[in-house]
């Protein structure tokens, strides 16, 4: 299985496995979301190294800026609400899935990389949306918690329509 497969196998995994009777609880959702932000914010730094175009290097800083930023209010949010994010089967395998992607791509050069990270990201973005839509929101009971998530959606589907862009662009060249 591609590892992107992989890491959106475990998004959907949160709308339709062990969750799916009761959903996860806040400090589940909490670990989730900053592991998922960190799966990004390491593939990201990766393209800035290892990207072959202005393109891809500068979307990989994007995600490492962007998802940054969310894991920073996401820990806040967790500190002020006096939650411990709480490590589940969802947030380890997207943490084994992302460092399975990682070393994937680290062995690729050029536009195979290229190619390979956005192509990843158009998956993974889809992947994170899906699961904030049918499973993350519903479930969240804090109001603060929930508020986040909805503030960052837009954002994902930023992404996610920019790495489609850059899926054509990669695709071409």
């Given at each position: 299985?591609?590892?992107?497969?992989?890491?959106?196998?475990?998004?959907?995994?949160?709308?339709?496995?062990?969750?799916?009777?009761?959903?996860?609880?806040?400090?589940?959702?909490?670990?989730?979301?900053?592991?998922?932000?960190?799966?990004?914010?390491?593939?990201?730094?990766?393209?800035?190294?290892?990207?072959?175009?202005?393109?891809?290097?500068?979307?990989?800083k994007q995600m490492v800026t962007d998802h940054t930023a969310v894991n920073k209010?996401?820990?806040?949010?967790?500190?002020?609400?006096?939650?411990?994010?709480?490590?589940?089967?969802?947030?380890?395998?997207?943490?084994?899935?992302?460092?399975?992607?990682?070393?994937?791509?680290?062995?690729?050069?050029?536009?195979?990389?290229?190619?390979?990270?956005?192509?990843?990201?158009?998956?993974?973005?889809?992947?994170?949306?899906?699961?904030?839509?049918?499973?993350?929101?519903?479930?969240?009971?804090?109001?603060?918690?929930?508020?986040?998530?909805?503030?960052?959606?837009?954002?994902?589907?930023?992404?996610?329509?920019?790495?489609?862009?850059?899926?054509?662009?990669?695709?071409?060249?």
């Amino acid at each position: 299985m591609r590892t992107s497969h992989f890491i959106a196998a475990c998004l959907a995994a949160v709308s339709l496995g062990a969750f799916a009777q009761q959903g996860p609880n806040d400090a589940q959702i909490a670990h989730i979301v900053v592991t998922a932000n960190q799966v990004d914010i390491d593939a990201g730094k990766l393209a800035e190294k290892q990207g072959s175009t202005k393109a891809v290097k500068d979307f990989g800083k994007q995600m490492v800026t962007d998802h940054t930023a969310v894991n920073k209010q996401a820990t806040d949010l967790a500190r002020k609400l006096n939650v411990k994010p709480e490590a589940n089967d969802t947030s380890a395998s997207l943490k084994k899935g992302g460092d399975d992607n990682v070393a994937k791509l680290k062995k690729l050069k050029g536009k195979a990389f290229d190619k390979a990270y956005v192509d990843n990201e158009v998956t993974y973005h889809q992947a994170v949306i899906d699961a904030v839509d049918k499973t993350l929101l519903p479930s969240a009971k804090n109001a603060e918690l929930k508020a986040l998530i909805e503030k960052v959606r837009p954002a994902l589907v930023q992404h996610l329509e920019h790495a489609k862009h850059l899926q054509q662009e990669v695709g071409k060249s």
